[in-house]
């Protein structure tokens, strides 16, 4: 076998991430990234959080097929489907060489190899390395650094726990020397990743310590952008507000799944908080934290949703007013314990709530938008715009979306002030004011 690979990544940042370290393991071991097409090896880092993402795959999955037949390419399936399918992938697919589950990314290379001699499967769950190992970013200017791997949770609907397995925090000097080394390799974002950020060490030393972080992080590196993802409204306190509060660098910005907003819908979906507890929570945050943008997840067509309980999310979707929403139709995930629940809800009810909940949150979003009008905003520079390159695309440290016109300076990477002039559904307009740095 050569040594160039591709891969092909579905799913989430977490995934995206992981994506990072196969490459950085494979450019530690002498490969070298290539297109699909002139790859020795492809590998494939697969979601199942939900029923699309897992089509899309496998859609991609038979696309290479080809390739195996006329190359010999090596197929690799990797991530949170392969480590829920593992055996049952391979029957399925008989070209794939090697399928390989959320602990193993370290061990690409050797699994790789290992083809030579056959076709293996490798989804072993116990322990997990989150320590040196090697990464290699795909951009340079902003940083994934996972701060916990895991969830304990077991929220009734998600596969997570049973495919990523419990929940484990990095040590703090840990996490910070990594982003130490982020901050002179010249990043300027940071991003925290976790399945449940808030719970940062809980499990280790019995209290959560990500407000810790946040100000550790905050107090020795106060140059680049902090962000982090996911909260748990339930793990989310006071704490942790008024560390985001008074560290300088930590963005205005909290993604905070709500799921739904009936306390039965909440407590069947064992969620861990109530629908009065979280909207104190949006509260407190607005209050304690001015100007921050709360945006969340909703479910709708849980088993058992009443129109009673459909018509509690919306009403605590308007009193939260979020700044964005993203809404998913429920749909059931094999091993889960909602998969066994009765009260299926019809598809047709399913997409008649989700388009009702839809036009809500669009509202919502574009309000917030127009809020920003006649600001000035500072943004970091993401690059060109896909859809027009004439202009570049940003964000906001609220994390809207900003462009604005392209001069002759290259500004990718740089913070710049940007005059807002016009506010679209999704997306802000504007002028440069200012190169920041
Ligand atoms: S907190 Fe709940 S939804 Fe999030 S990963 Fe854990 S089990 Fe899944």
């Known amino acids: 076998m050569g040594n160039k690979y591709a891969v092909v990544t579905f799913g989430c940042q977490m995934n995206i991430h992981d994506a990072e370290r196969i490459r950085g393991a494979l450019d530690a071991g002498g490969w070298s990234e290539c297109g699909t097409e002139e790859a020795d090896a492809i590998i494939f880092m697969t979601c199942c959080v939900r029923e699309s993402a897992e089509q899309r795959f496998y859609g991609r999955l038979s696309s290479v097929k080809p390739l195996k037949e006329k190359r010999g390419t090596v197929i690799a399936v990797g991530g949170c489907l392969a480590q829920k399918e593992g055996l049952r992938l391979m029957e399925q697919a008989p070209y794939v060489d090697v399928v390989f589950g959320t602990h193993q990314y370290p ?138 509060a008074e560290t300088g660098n930590v963005c205005e910005y909290v993604h905070l799944p709500l799921q739904a907003g009936s306390d039965h819908m909440l407590a069947v979906m064992n969620r861990g908080y109530s629908r009065d507890e979280y909207m104190h929570k949006v509260a407190e945050l607005r209050a304690s934290v001015p100007g921050v943008s709360v945006t969340t997840d909703l479910i709708v067509g849980f088993p058992g949703e009443t129109e009673e309980d459909f018509a509690a999310t919306m009403e605590v979707v308007e009193r939260c007013r979020f700044d964005a929403a993203f809404t998913f139709l429920y749909n059931a995930r094999e091993r889960t314990a909602a998969a066994g629940l009765p009260g299926e809800i019809p598809v047709k009810v399913k997409q008649a709530r989700l388009q009702k909940l839809m036009e809500v949150t669009r509202k919502m979003t574009s309000e917030s938008m127009r809020s920003e009008l006649g600001t000035d905003q500072t943004v970091l520079v993401h690059g060109p715009s896909r859809k027009n390159p004439r202009r570049w695309s940003a964000r906001s440290r609220t994390n809207k979306l900003v462009h604005f016109e392209r001069g002759d300076d290259d500004l990718k990477g740089a913070f710049a002030r940007v005059h807002i002039t016009a506010a679209g559904n999704w997306s802000l307009q504007g002028t440069l004011r200012e190169i920041l740095s």
């Open 107 to 244: 061990h690409i290379a050797d699994l790789l190899a290992q083809t030579a001699r056959g076709r293996l499967c490798s989804t072993d769950l116990s322990g997990v390395c989150l320590s040196g190992v090697p990464c290699s970013r795909f951009d340079d200017f902003r940083a994934w650094i996972t701060i916990t791997h895991g969830c304990d949770n077991f929220c009734s609907y998600c596969i997570v726990p049973y495919v990523r397995g419990g929940e484990v925090s990095r040590p703090m000097q840990e996490v910070a020397e990594e982003v130490g080394a982020h901050v002179t390799a010249g990043v300027r974002e940071i991003n925290l990743l976790g399945q449940n950020v808030n719970s940062y060490r809980r499990k280790e030393e019995g209290r959560s310590r990500f407000a810790d972080l946040l100000r550790v992080l905050g107090n020795r590196y106060p140059d680049p952008w902090i962000r982090f993802t996911t909260s748990h409204p339930r793990d989310f306190d006071s704490e942790i507000m008024r560390a985001i």
